[in-house]
């Protein structure tokens, strides 16, 4: 069975960097899109970068410039490189990808379970 797993969440003070990891395990006969998204309290969650299988990016406004979506097809993962931190990034940020598993070979949406990112003023 296909899922997500996520690291490298943590409190960082403003002004500070993070790296976050998302790994596919299971049996995957393809990855598209990967992403990240975040959900802050009281908010939807939202797009915050996304990747397809010909590492063409898309980020979100309030990002650019300061994180970098990236992957490595042949580990199944995908990373978001965080820098110049802002207390309104503070969040729970989500992996997303589009996989077809080696045993459905049945297209669908994976999430991760979230990994939350702190920052202090």
């Known amino acids: 069975q296909v899922q997500l797993v996520e690291s490298g969440g943590g409190l960082v003070q403003a002004g500070g960097s993070l790296r976050l990891s998302c790994r596919a395990s299971g049996s995957v006969y393809t990855i598209n899109v990967m992403a990240w998204y975040r959900q802050a309290p009281g908010n939807q969650r939202e797009l915050v970068a996304a990747?397809?299988?010909?590492?063409?990016?898309n980020y979100a406004d309030s990002v650019k410039g300061r994180f970098t979506i990236s992957r490595n097809n042949a580990q199944k993962s995908v990373y978001l490189q965080m820098s110049s931190l802002k207390p309104g990034y503070t969040a729970n940020y989500f992996c997303?990808?589009?996989?077809?598993?080696?045993?459905?070979?049945?297209?669908?949406?994976?999430w991760g379970q979230g990994t939350q990112v702190t920052v202090s003023p």
């Open positions: 997303y990808a589009d996989i077809t598993p080696r045993d459905t070979l049945v297209r669908r949406d994976y």
């Open positions: 990747i397809n299988n010909g590492c063409i990016t």
